[in-house]
């Protein structure tokens, strides 16, 4: 038999697969499809869990936006720093909007006060969009973002002490993400100048 081979085969990229079957991923995007559906499984089992059809779109919006804006991010960079970092931030604009609509921050869910809180994920946005996803300056947007949460928690403490507590703990998780960001920021510029 005569061995010819197309040239025009080509052999399936082994690095897409392999990215596509990163147990990290795998595991994050089956724990996000688990969070939508615990509440379908609860339903059925307590009076306490009713959710619509609305509550689920919403929520797989989220979860959804979530995932793809963390392997976004995650993908920008091989730096574990600026990968942890990016998944602390994800996290944290996550969970800020999901306690909003839960219960709300400061009082319940109808509180107009909790709407100062959609001001923190645009702040940390907006400053990473103008720093262009540089770690620095992203580590600068995130420590803005965390003095914005603290005091709209500080004032909000006024209102409801526990909720004011509660939301100051947010302050943290964007203060370890821009600490984060410093030290990814730092450690590529050491390693630049490493190799001048």
């Not at 596509?20 to 609860?42: E, F």
């Not at 609305?54 to 919006?61: H, N």
């Not at 963390?70 to 800020?96: D, G, H, I, K």
């Not at 947007?141 to 928690?153: E, L, M, P, R, V």
């Amino acid at each position: 038999m005569d061995d010819h081979r197309n040239d025009s085969y080509a052999a399936p990229d082994n690095g897409r697969l392999k990215q596509a079957l990163n147990p990290w991923r795998i595991s994050a995007w089956g724990l996000a499809l688990l969070l939508l559906v615990l509440p379908a499984i609860a339903m059925h089992y307590t009076p306490q869990v009713r959710w619509d059809e609305t509550d689920f779109l919403v929520m797989g919006l989220m979860l959804g936006g979530t995932g793809l804006a963390a392997e976004w991010l995650v993908r920008r960079s091989p730096n574990p720093w600026y990968r942890a970092a990016s998944v602390v931030s994800v996290l944290t604009v996550f969970l800020t909007i999901w306690a909003n609509l839960a219960v709300g921050m400061i009082g319940s869910e109808d509180s107009p006060f909790n709407l100062l809180f959609a001001g923190v994920p645009i702040i940390a946005f907006i400053g990473s969009a103008m720093a262009r996803f540089r770690p620095l300056g992203m580590a600068i947007s995130h420590g803005a973002a965390a003095a914005a949460q603290a005091g709209i928690a500080a004032m909000g403490a006024q209102i409801d002490a526990r909720g004011g507590t509660f939301s100051a703990l947010f302050a943290g998780l964007w203060l370890i993400a821009a600490v984060l960001y410093w030290l990814a920021g730092s450690r590529a510029e050491g390693a630049s100048k490493s190799s001048r």
